[in-house]
């Protein structure tokens, strides 16, 4: 279907070999991923000393609606990985059981300390940042602003950390904007930037403060393509500059041009796990889709 498209980051003539290693480290894992739930008790204790997220067995209930059944999910350092499938799959869901929003079973570790059982404030504490369906900015305030007034009171032992640099200590506004390309729309008030601007203020007020791991969900909605084009680089530039990332859009060509590695949810299961190319030609995944936007990815 696709074999002529090459993602992104290999094209481009400025050559981005970090990402081609990141995504070469991911190949190398991913047979082990696929077999997660098979695993004794005894590599399964190796893999929670694994660096980055490291979900296991995730299942979410609403009466009786299965919205996650029993999920697998690993997101390494410096990796973009992507999460799709159609309406009511339980992508959402699934970012809720990961933040601690909606209780789940299973478990869950952060570089190698679980979270399990723990309110998301105390995962956000851990190193879980996120993004929300549809959320909005103060149009009024500036793009700083917007940034502050969801800072959190900085209490002792962050500021020891920031103070001393100790690792994991946290990104100011100023180096979250620096990540995202908008360090010189700082001042600027949040309603006069474009709506691509304005998704990326929304991923740098998740990402100002500790993280670890960021959870973007439909970041890019109503982006037109070339918008989503310049966003996806600037989640290749996050990963980049250490965390994990978890995207999840419908709009295929920013996800499979984007991310390492590739999950497809159906009917609140993990259905496919790969690399995009994998992923272009895989027939469960083109079932998943059949009628929906998977030749966009082509384009
Ligand atoms: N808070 C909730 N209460 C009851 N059912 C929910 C709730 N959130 C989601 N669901 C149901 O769980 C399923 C998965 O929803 P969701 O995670 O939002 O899917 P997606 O993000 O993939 O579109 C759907 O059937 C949805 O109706
Ligand atoms: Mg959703």
Not at 24 to 52: I, M, Q, V, W
Not at 78 to 99: E, F, H, R, W
Not at 212 to 237: M, T, Y
Request: with cysteine.
């Amino acid at each position: 279907m696709s074999e002529h498209v090459q993602p992104e980051h290999v094209q481009s003539e400025h050559g981005q070999p970090d990402h081609r290693e990141s995504e070469h480290r991911e190949s190398e894992h991913r047979e082990s991923e696929h077999r997660e739930s098979d695993r004794g008790p005894s590599e399964r204790a190796e893999s929670d000393r694994a660096p980055g997220l490291v979900a296991r067995g995730l299942t979410v209930r609403y009466g009786g609606v299965v919205a996650n059944d029993d999920i697998d999910l690993r997101v390494r350092p410096g990796s973009v990985v992507g999460l799709i499938g159609p309406n009511g799959a339980g992508k959402t869901t699934l970012v809720d059981a990961v933040t601690g929003f909606t209780p789940a079973e299973g478990e869950i570790t952060l570089n190698g300390q679980s979270l399990t059982g723990m309110p998301p404030h105390k995962r956000k504490a851990g190193g879980l940042a996120r993004t929300w369906q549809s959320a909005e900015l103060f149009g009024n305030l500036t793009v700083e602003e917007n940034l502050l007034v969801s800072a959190r009171k900085v209490g002792f032992a962050s500021l020891v950390r920031d103070v001393f640099g100790r690792a994991g200590a946290g990104r100011s506004a100023d180096r979250a904007l620096e990540t995202v390309g908008l360090t010189d729309a700082r001042g600027s008030l949040a309603r006069d930037l474009t709506l691509g601007q304005q998704k990326l203020v929304g991923v740098a007020r998740a990402l100002a403060g500790r993280c670890d791991l960021l959870l973007l969900d439909e970041p890019a909605a109503g982006l037109d393509s070339n918008e989503s084009r310049e966003f996806g680089a600037r989640v290749r530039e996050i990963a980049k500059s250490g965390p994990g990332v978890l995207l999840i859009d419908h709009d295929m060509s920013l996800v499979l041009n984007v991310c390492d590695v590739v999950y497809v949810m159906e009917f609140g299961k993990v259905i496919f796990t790969g690399t995009p190319a994998e992923a272009r030609v895989d027939a469960s995944v083109a079932a998943a889709y059949l009628g929906s936007p998977m030749e966009e990815a082509d384009a």
